[in-house]
């Protein structure tokens, strides 16, 4: 199985910073990963799929990037609707989701 | 639009096993595969396999292979996963996602508490 790590699993940041999630494969997975946001109490939320392809009705402050094992998303000025888990999920070979990094405001 | 509308909850024994459905609306049911995943209190995702409803082919997670039984029926345009044998590991909210490359719909999710 490959195994997806996030990092770092918690994040604490302000209103208006930069924020960079990680996301990195056991194994190349060929761009084959997607991003999701996750609020407590809800389903998750389909925001890049296929590495950077930013999802219908997202808002652009939100991107993503990477290749071969290492994946980033980044939101360019953190809002507070922000505050939320964020999921990275590779569907190159036996889908996996990564575990996790909980996003709060400092 | 694009709904998919989930079952209710359910509380089940240990050993019994539970049938749940998703129910699209909004689009040509057979034009997506549906996938489901399974999150345990508080904790990441896992994904147990999906259906094509075209073709009723299945693709399971090994983990689950023995435990879910991926089914549709285009008539009614709802997909059902039925989870047997359940045990206290399998309490958990399961959720049907519609697949276009990424998961951009989902049901509200079913939360599954096994008790006795």
């Known amino acids: 199985d490959i195994q997806m790590t996030q990092s770092p699993p918690v994040l604490s940041a302000s209103v208006g910073d930069r924020v960079t999630l990680s996301c990195k494969a056991s194994q190349n997975i060929n761009k084959n990963l997607d991003w999701y946001q996750q609020k407590h109490g809800e389903a998750p939320k389909l925001l890049i799929y296929y590495t950077n392809n930013l999802q219908t009705g997202i808002p652009s402050r939100f991107s993503g990037s990477g290749s071969g094992t290492d994946y980033t998303l980044t939101i360019s000025s953190l809002q507070p609707e922000d505050v939320a888990t964020y999921y990275c999920?590779?569907?190159?070979?036996?889908?996996?989701f990564g575990a996790g990094t909980k996003l709060e405001l400092k | 639009q694009v709904k998919l509308l989930q079952s209710g909850a359910a509380l089940v024994k240990p050993g019994d096993s539970v049938k749940m459905s998703c129910k699209a609306s909004g689009y040509t049911f057979t034009d997506y595969i549906i996938h489901w995943v399974k999150q345990s209190h508080g904790k990441s995702l896992e994904w147990i396999g999906y259906i094509n409803p075209y073709s009723g082919g299945t693709n399971y997670n090994e983990k689950f292979k023995s435990k879910a039984t991926l089914t549709v029926d285009k008539s009614s345009s709802t997909a059902y996963m039925e989870f047997s044998r359940l045990t206290s590991e399998d309490s958990a909210i399961y959720y049907c996602?519609?697949?276009?490359?990424?998961?951009?719909?989902w049901g509200q999710g079913v939360m599954v508490t096994v008790s006795s």
């Open positions: 999920y590779q569907y190159n070979s036996g889908p996996t």
């Open positions: 996602a519609r697949w276009i490359g990424g998961f951009d719909y």
